[in-house]
T-cell receptor
Framework: DSGVTQTPKHLITATGQRVTLRCSPRSGDLSVYWYQQSLDQGLQFLIQ???????AKGNILERFSAQQFPDLHSELNLSSLELGDSALYFC??????????????FGPGTRLTVL | AQTVTQSQPEMSVQEAETVTLSCTYD???????LFWYKQPPSRQMILVIR??????QNATENRFSVNFQKAAKSFSLKISDSQLGDTAMYFCAFTLGGTYKYIFGTGTRLKVLA
């Protein structure tokens, strides 16, 4: 158990809908990262937050947004869902924000299925 | 741009044998870090081993060790005394020092045979 929690574990929804994925980092970690893993692919970086502020952005679609709250949990919002958004979404956390190279610890992921 | 390549989509090994998974990367930077993550059927991403590029000594964690060849930009993972529980997807990942995102390879599916 990495100490990173993600809810829900599974999510099934329809095209055009909006969903929110939630992540709680390890105790003491200030950075949260979101990654997308499509079927049998590597993980693609979406976005990073550090202590409530957006720190880095990857290939995140405009339909997707994220935020990190004062208690450091993070939410990833996916809207106008398309079939191709079906994937495993991972959250990871690390101690700092990139000033040193911390190891990222991954949550169990949320499997999103868009029908 | 940095890239990570895993050229072996699938591998198999007999229980108790040794197997080596390959990873190559491309970067013009000197300060970077490399990782191997394991993803079993549960889909959890589990850190196996980490290597700092400035360290010449290869990292080792129990039955897992790496062969880090900086000049060749190669970072292979050796699993000794393979166990059935080692069956998983293995991802090689790269990050620049002081930056944030990990760049992952496409993975190698390893099956340990009884």
């Amino acid at each position: 158990d990495s100490g990173v929690t993600q809810t829900p574990k599974h999510l099934i929804t329809a095209t055009g809908q909006r969903v929110t994925l939630r992540c709680s980092p390890r105790s003491g970690d200030l950075s949260v990262y979101w990654y997308q893993q499509s079927l049998d692919q590597g993980l693609q970086f979406l976005i990073q937050y550090y202590n409530g502020e957006e720190r880095a952005k990857g290939n995140i679609l405009e339909r997707f947004s994220a935020q990190q709250f004062p208690d450091l949990h993070s939410e990833l919002n996916l809207s106008s869902l398309e079939l191709g958004d079906s994937a495993l979404y991972f959250c990871a956390s690390s101690l700092s924000g990139g000033f040193s190279t911390d190891t990222q610890y991954f949550g169990p992921g949320t499997r999103l299925t868009v029908l | 741009a940095q890239t990570v390549t895993q050229s072996q989509p699938e591998m198999s090994v007999q229980e108790a044998e040794t197997v080596t998974l390959s990873c190559t990367y491309d970067t013009s930077e000197n300060n970077y870090y490399l990782f191997w993550y394991k993803q079993p059927p549960s889909r959890q991403m589990i850190l196996v081993i980490r290597q700092e590029a400035y360290k010449q000594q290869n990292a080792t964690e129990n039955r897992f060790s790496v062969n880090f060849q900086k000049a060749a930009k190669s970072f292979s993972l050796k699993i000794s005394d393979s166990q059935l529980g080692d069956t998983a997807m293995y991802f090689c990942a790269f990050t620049l020092g002081g930056t944030y995102k990990y760049i992952f390879g496409t993975g190698t599916r390893l099956k340990v045979l009884a």
